[in-house]
């Protein structure tokens, strides 16, 4: 049985993935997706984006480990992992997800707060008197 494995990454959020012949059943943590997503609204519609794009839908199973992050971020670096792993399954499928934007990594991050502001970049209120 081939298993293929990639790391998915969004803000704090790391993903391992490993995806592998099956039903299209996806399972992180050890626990269904939609135990752990219970709340989070579109993380089904995330986390199956790369099957649809490349039409693989029900093909693989999904066991994936996560942490940090929030769960948009943990749903979006599952993707980010799937995409990269579905390359290394079929070279071919890398165009298709890369238009779609699966396989590169979100760069965008949280700016860290600086000295003397109140954030990164908001600075102390004006007073006139």
């Not at 290394?88 to 000295?115: H, I, M, N, S």
């Amino acid at each position: 049985m081939d298993r293929f494995y990639a790391t998915g990454k969004r803000k704090t959020a790391i993903a391992r993935v490993w995806i592998y012949p099956g039903k299209g059943q996806v399972s992180v943590n050890g626990i269904p997706y939609n135990e752990y997503f219970r709340d989070h609204i579109v993380a089904e519609d995330v986390i199956y984006a790369p099957f649809r794009v490349t039409g693989l839908l029900g093909k693989f199973d999904v066991m994936c480990t996560v942490e940090g992050g929030g769960k948009s971020a943990q749903a979006e670096a599952i993707r980010h992992g799937i995409a990269r792993a579905l390359v290394q399954f079929k070279e071919e499928l890398k165009p298709l997800l890369r238009k779609a934007g699966y396989v590169t990594r979100d760069p965008r991050e949280k700016e860290r707060k600086k000295y003397g502001l109140r954030g990164a970049r908001r600075g102390q209120q004006y007073s006139k008197r």
